[in-house]
């Protein structure tokens, strides 16, 4: 005889979804986080935008009392020490020993660690929680010299916040081009040039080789030379938090592998959901790890609606965005580097960039345009139908709302 | 507190107590009004948090080329005059007594 219930490992936004979902599709058995950050679940998109800035001041999802009420244990400042799957059973670091019929590990990512980023020095930062972004909203203040490693949507919203702020802001980064991962290279070009008009130097193909300081850091030692610095602010990406589920003996490569159902292979039981899954991406055919708040939560939807017996296949559709200042991306569907791309500009400021892939039009980036966004995510997820020629000679907003009003 | 009804879908209701100051997703959100959705967690950035106000209050209209505006074009249920997203209304005492019709579909 099993022990019936839900246990979490994790308290983010996927834990807390799984977790919610679960309860709203009238799942009755208990169900148990494991939040290991002091604080209830909360959103960590606006760390780096709003929360920094002071605009955004309330992140958590879900008081203590919507919990309480829906009969989630919330366990703050506790992890899970192992994993049994054999036994179905979780150690906590509090001591004790969970059962579970179901196991979700929603664990997240950390920090990539770069060997030149000095843990003694004090001034130099990372941003993953609420605390970190607090402190580092309380460095940015007018004519502070900040350096921002790493020129992907982290950095570069910091760099914004920094800028407007008043601060005096270099980004640095390694690759050629910002935004490599996430943007294609005509738009990466748009998002550069206006953040070197609003003053920010940027730093493309340029590496960091040490910091100075003794304690507090001083100057960053680069390739291309040294730049002063009264704080440096790391974002330089991250890895999967998959360390317990590899001890535990599940399939791990920088993220929990799992198959379509999100399900750990050879464990029917347990599950990986957000930033620390690798799962089977239809559209890409690819194993991805992602780390977006959509990931998170729509994953998490997923293996909730499997534990409560309606287990599907996970194929949502992949988005992102970011704001910095007053520029707005949104990133719909998932870009290959082999990919055609065709880039759009309307003349007064919004850009697109169509990515086509086998003649099918498989993700579109825009700037400044959530019309075009909105439209495309309506057609990469199938929801209504526009041939990728159709795009030669409009836009997807424009088809759509033709086709809306005829 | 201000007190907003929800119908719901499936044609029932719902009635929270929701806080002045705070956005109407956030309150619905906060006391797990189903059908809304707001994946971006407030920022225009998702459409998900569709609602239909019922209300005849012209200053509850969407604005104009805004950026809502523009949203509401593409959202999955259709969209009607008393569109809105609901990440962008602010609770005031004004809402007391109001009802919010929450769309089949939101993405």
């Known amino acids: ?406 | 507190m201000t007190t907003i009804t929800f119908i719901l879908p499936d044609g029932s209701t719902r009635s929270i107590a929701a806080v002045p100051g705070v956005s109407l997703m956030k309150a619905a959100t906060s006391n797990l009004v189903p059908g809304i959705v707001a994946e971006c967690g407030g920022n225009a950035s998702c459409a998900t948090c569709h609602v239909y106000l019922v209300t005849s209050d012209p200053d509850l209209i969407c604005p104009d080329g805004s950026v809502e505006d523009e949203m509401l074009d593409f959202t999955a249920a259709p969209r009607r005059t008393e569109s809105r997203l609901s990440c962008q209304v602010e609770v005031t005492e004004h809402l007391d007594g109001m009802v919010i019709e929450v769309p089949a579909a939101q993405v």
Not at chain 1, 40 to 55: A, V
Not at chain 1, 244 to 261: F, H
Not at chain 1, 280 to 308: F, H, K, M, W, Y
């Open chain 1, 1 to 406: 005889m099993r022990t019936p219930g839900v246990v979490i490992i994790g308290g983010g936004q996927a834990a807390a979804t799984t977790a919610i979902t679960l309860r709203r599709l009238g799942y009755g058995e208990p169900i148990t986080l494991l939040a290991q950050e002091s604080a209830l679940p909360y959103q960590r998109p606006p760390l780096s935008k709003g929360f920094i800035t002071g605009q955004t001041t309330s992140v958590t999802l879900f008081e203590s009392e919507v919990y309480a009420a829906q009969g989630i244990t919330v366990r703050v400042g506790v992890t899970a020490t192992g994993v049994d799957p054999v036994l179905h059973t979780v150690t906590t670091s509090a001591g004790d020993s969970l059962s579970y019929a179901a196991l979700v590990f929603a664990t997240g990512s950390q920090n990539r660690t770069l060997p030149w980023a000095r843990a003694d020095l004090a001034g130099v930062h990372s941003l993953r929680t609420r605390d970190e972004a607090e402190e580092l909203g309380r460095v940015l203040q007018p004519s502070r010299r900040i350096v921002v490693v790493g020129g992907g949507f982290v950095g570069l919203e910091i760099a914004s916040a920094a800028a407007g702020a008043g601060c005096d802001v270099t980004v640095v980064e390694v690759a050629e081009h910002l935004l490599g991962r996430v943007l294609s290279s005509p738009l990466a070009e748009v998002v550069a040039a206006r953040h070197r008009a609003r003053g920010t130097r940027i730093l493309t193909g340029t590496r960091v080789q040490a910091l100075i300081g003794d304690a507090h850091v001083t100057a960053v030692v680069t390739d291309r030379g040294t730049l002063a610095a009264d704080a440096v602010v790391i974002g330089a990406g991250a890895l999967a938090r998959d360390g317990l589920a590899a001890k535990a003996g599940l399939a791990t490569d920088n993220g929990i592998l799992v198959d379509e159902y999100l399900r750990a292979p050879g464990h029917e039981d347990i599950y990986a959901v957000g930033d620390c899954a690798r799962f089977p991406d239809p559209r890409t055919r690819l194993g991805l790890r992602l780390e977006s708040v959509q990931n998170a939560c729509d994953q998490g939807a997923n293996v909730a609606r499997a534990i409560s017996g309606s287990p599907a296949p996970y194929q949502d559709l992949a988005w992102f965005w970011s704001d910095q200042g007053d520029l707005k991306i949104q990133v719909a569907g998932l870009r290959l580097p082999e990919d055609d791309v065709r880039h759009f500009a309307d003349g007064s400021g919004r850009h697109a960039a169509y990515a086509i892939r086998g003649g099918n039009l498989v993700a579109v980036e825009t700037l400044d345009w959530p019309a075009e966004h909105l439209a495309a995510r309506r057609v990469l997820s199938s929801a209504e139908s526009i041939p990728a020629s159709a795009i030669q000679s409009s836009t997807l907003s424009a088809l759509l709302r033709a086709r809306r009003s005829a």
